[in-house]
């Protein structure tokens, strides 16, 4: 037995650090110094989406153990939730909306940006609140041609009526919208919804889904004067939208929408919540019908209690996570941003009959094990993200705290 990490390390010089079944390469022991009181293990990102796991419901998450995963910057009101991610070149764009450690409780759309979701970077507000006394609940989506569109939730849409409408901005490269950085909102921004009988008296607050397919923009919201159904309503021009119909029934609000394409078929990915513990998601196949409906996390402490918003992490072809806001008060205004990855399950069964379990994530692609308190022999196993099906199954190797592991492919 080998039980230093130097000595581990000796394996890894001698072409051994690699080790895997038949030969094959499957884990490989890096040189980078990990957390002291923990196994970090890296390559464990999902892969691509597979439906038949997600109408199960067997889906292996993970709570970030930053949590919160980014909190608001310093000042009078700091107030941030409403996360969403676009996957661009070399990382991704996150945008937000937050009193970002401003002067004045307006909600307003910031922008960060980040390769990894490990460090974030060029952080600045993109869409003030202009004549509106909030613009929030950001969905934004980019478009083949590499430009982007958003919709956010715009509040009063007229003077002292106190109801909420969508509002939506363009931008050629995510950061200058509507020609300007930051953007001041102005009333023709509001996007008109026609074949919605209630829609002069409709409260669509927090519930602005935006998804583009097929040269078409889909609109999902609820009203809260007309509440337990989501609507969708479709546009070729992104600024007037028509119904199309009931595309859930359930008492819940919708913030994202994503698309896959699974052996030839088309597959819908719906996240909602409402303001509780709960995350939920539900699925469809055609993109107006869906079904599924299931509670896929609840918070994970006091610290996120009460949940308010959610954006799924796609590049459009796996689901690496969740990202929300969430806060520990019922008046909904003291929230940060929190992370739960999908990621592959790893167990590490020593010789003598002890394990440890996957314990937190860090970021998508990384997970921390909880160690043992001493060097100890052992064999890795790896699960898929439906933290079943059985990837790898490691020959003995030596672990210690403080060491970094990769899953290699």
């Keep these: 037995m080998i039980g230093t990490r130097d000595g581990l390390l000796g394996l890894a010089a001698l072409g051994l650090g690699a080790l895997g079944a038949g030969g094959e390469p499957a884990m490989e022991l890096l040189p980078d110094q990990g957390p002291a009181d923990a196994i970090e293990v890296r390559g464990v990102a999902a892969g691509p989406f597979r439906p038949d796991w997600w109408v199960a419901g067997t889906l292996h998450w993970q709570g970030d153990a930053r949590a919160p995963l980014l909190e608001p910057r310093p000042g009078r009101f700091r107030n941030i939730y409403a996360p969403m991610a676009v996957r661009v ?29 490990l460090t974030f970077e060029d952080r600045h507000l993109a869409i003030d609140h202009g004549p509106f006394v909030h613009v929030c609940n950001c969905c934004a989506v980019r478009l083949p041609d590499g430009s982007f569109r958003m919709v956010c939730t715009a509040y009063p849409h007229r003077a002292q009526d106190g109801l909420n409408r969508p509002i939506g901005f363009e931008s050629p490269d995510g950061l200058v919208w509507n020609g300007a950085a930051p953007y001041q909102p ?32 889909r609109l999902y919201y609820g009203d809260f004067r007309n509440f337990g159904r989501v609507f969708r309503a479709s546009s070729t021009g992104f600024r007037r939208f028509t119904l199309d119909g009931v595309a859930l029934e359930a008492g819940l609000a919708v913030n994202d929408v994503k698309r896959f394409e699974v052996d030839g078929e088309r597959w819908y990915l719906m996240a909602l919540h409402m303001n509780r513990e709960e995350l939920y998601y539900a699925l469809s196949r055609d993109g107006l019908r869906f079904e599924h409906l299931q509670t896929f996390a609840r918070n994970q402490s006091e610290a996120d209690r009460y949940i308010v918003a959610v954006g799924i992490v796609t590049d459009g072809v796996a689901v690496y996570g969740v990202l929300y806001g969430a806060g520990a008060v019922p008046a909904l205004n003291e929230n940060r941003l929190f992370a739960r990855w999908l990621q592959k399950r790893v167990v590490f069964e020593a010789e003598d009959g002890a394990a440890w379990e996957s314990g937190q994530a860090l970021g998508p692609e990384r997970l921390l094990l909880a160690a043992p308190t001493q ?17 790898y199954a490691s020959p003995p190797v030596a672990v210690a705290a403080g060491q970094t592991w990769r899953l290699l492919p």
């Design 89 to 117: 070149e070399g990382g991704w764009r996150l945008y937000y909306g937050a009193w970002d450690g401003v002067e004045t409780g307006n909600d307003r759309i910031y922008t960060a940006w980040t390769p990894d979701f």
């Design 375 to 391: 060097p100890t022999t052992g064999r890795f196993r790896a699960y898929a993200e439906d933290g079943r099906t059985l990837l």
């Design 186 to 217: 102005r009333l023709e921004d509001l996007l008109v919804i026609e074949g919605y009988e209630p829609i002069e008296n409709a409260d669509l607050n927090g519930m602005n889904a935006l998804l583009f397919e097929d040269g078409q923009y």
